[in-house]
T-cell receptor
Framework: AQTVTQSQPEMSVQEAETVTLSCTYD???????LFWYKQPPSRQMILVIR??????QNATENRFSVNFQKAAKSFSLKISDSQLGDTAMYFC?????????FGKGTRLHILP | DGGITQSPKYLFRKEGQNVTLSCEQN?????MYWYRQDPGQGLRLIYY???????QKGDIAEGYSVSREKKESFPLTVTSAQKNPTAFYLC????????????FGDGTRLSIL
């Protein structure tokens, strides 16, 4: 069975700094997708970035980028120039043909 | 605007009662999902449905029931058999074609009186 592990339950960084959230997963499949979702205090789940497993190029969305290491089964999220509005829970997720599996989340605090 | 609507936002249940959480989407998505979120637990899958009139149990289906009579609607009933129903419930939907991401509603907070 697939598993998703986020080893950092909570992190704090100063505004404008760069922060990296780690995620590892376990699967025997070769075709899958990976996602990072953000859940701010409003509790709405917002898709931040997605990565196709067959693509070697790391996905980037403005200040958000990933470091996808398929052989190591690692999918970390880098937030550059962090802003107060980035304060949220961040969930890493793995998706195969029909199900999506979430990690337990990393609570990120951006400090002024 | 297209989206997923969950109602109500807050719901209170008395001991021994069944309650139903509503989830409606106008995104024309094929699949719909129900998750339960507890502190420190992340999201856990309760039930999901790939097509109308068909649904499958997720990881924590005991004490819950669902129906999928219409493509747009996927209500979740929390029965009296669910002994610890206090949680935040999220509904999601997605297209079945390719590996499309899930879109989420704003959630329902269920509490026991």
């Amino acid at each position: 069975a697939q598993t998703v592990t986020q080893s950092q339950p909570e992190m704090s960084v100063q505004e404008a700094e760069t922060v990296t959230l780690s995620c590892t997963y376990d699967t025997s499949e070769s075709n899958y997708y990976l996602f990072w979702y953000k859940q701010p205090p409003s509790r709405q789940m917002i898709l931040v970035i997605r990565q196709e497993a067959y693509k070697q190029q790391n996905a980037t969305e403005n200040r958000f980028s990933v470091n996808f290491q398929k052989a190591a089964k690692s999918f970390s999220l880098k937030i550059s120039d962090s802003q107060l509005g980035d304060t949220a829970m961040y969930f890493c997720a793995f998706m195969n043909a029909d199900k999506i599996i979430f990690g337990k989340g990393t609570r990120l605090h951006i400090l002024p | 605007d297209g989206g997923i609507t969950q109602s109500p936002k807050y719901l209170f249940r008395k001991e021994g009662q069944n309650v139903t959480l509503s989830c409606e989407q106008n995104l024309n998505h094929d699949a719909m999902y129900w998750y339960r979120q507890d502190p420190g637990q992340g999201l856990r899958l309760i039930y999901y449905s790939q097509i109308v009139n068909d649904f499958q149990k997720g990881d924590i289906a005991e004490g819950y029931s669902v129906s999928r009579e219409k493509k747009e609607s996927f209500p979740l009933t929390v029965t009296s058999a669910q002994k610890n129903p206090t949680a935040f419930y999220l509904c999601a939907s997605r297209y079945n074609r390719g590996h499309q991401p899930q879109h989420f509603g704003d959630g329902t907070r269920l509490s026991i009186l």
